[in-house]
C-alpha cells in the first residue's frame, strides 16, 4: 500500500471520528457502530475505518450502512431526528448544526448556478436580439430559383 492510500485512509479516519463526535454530541440515543469491525490500517492508527451503521432507541432498525461516517449520519438525522421528541443532546457543535452548515452551503452553490445561468441566458438573448437586427437591415432575398 502506498503511502499516498495511507495518508488519504488517516484523513477519512479522522473526518469519521468527527462525524462520530458530532453524532454523540447531537443525542445520547444515537450511536456509531462498526458492523463488521475496524479494518487493518484503521485498528493501527486507532482511528474508525470499518463499515459502520447508526442505531437509536427510537428510531427504526438501520438500513444502511456506509464507510463514511458523515454522509450516514446526515442521512439518519434527516430521515429520523429532525422531528424527534427523544432527542438528548450533550453539546455544540453537534450533527444538526452541522447539517445546517451543509444545507447552507449546498444553497449557496445552488442559487450561483442559478444566477450563472440566468447570466448565460440573458447572454444568449442579447446576441439574439443583435443577430436579429443584423439581419433586418438586410432586407428580404429576392428572385426565385428556377429549375
Do not use: W
Not at 9 to 28: F, M, P, Q, Y
Not at 51 to 75: G, K, N, V, W
Not at 91 to 99: A, T, W, Y
Not at 133 to 139: D, F, P, Y
Request: glycine share 6%.
Amino acid at each position: 500500500m502506498a503511502c499516498d492510500e495511507v495518508a488519504e485512509a488517516v484523513d477519512r479516519g479522522r473526518a469519521n471520528a468527527k462525524a462520530i463526535e458530532l453524532t454523540s454530541a447531537h443525542c445520547r440515543h444515537a450511536r456509531v457502530t462498526m458492523v463488521s469491525g475496524n479494518s487493518t490500517i484503521g485498528a493501527a492508527v486507532d482511528l474508525p475505518l470499518g463499515r459502520m451503521e447508526i442505531r437509536c432507541e427510537h428510531a427504526p432498525p438501520p438500513r444502511t450502512q456506509s464507510y463514511d461516517a458523515m454522509a450516514l449520519a446526515t442521512e439518519f438525522y434527516r430521515e429520523n431526528c429532525i422531528a424527534c421528541p427523544h432527542r438528548d443532546g450533550t453539546g455544540f457543535p453537534n450533527l444538526k448544526s452541522e447539517v445546517e452548515k451543509q444545507d447552507a452551503a449546498h444553497e449557496q452553490r445552488r442559487r450561483k448556478q442559478e444566477a450563472r445561468q440566468a447570466a448565460l441566458a440573458a447572454r444568449r438573448a442579447a446576441r439574439f436580439r443583435r443577430r436579429r437586427l443584423a439581419v433586418a437591415s438586410e432586407g428580404k432575398a429576392h428572385g426565385s430559383i428556377r429549375p
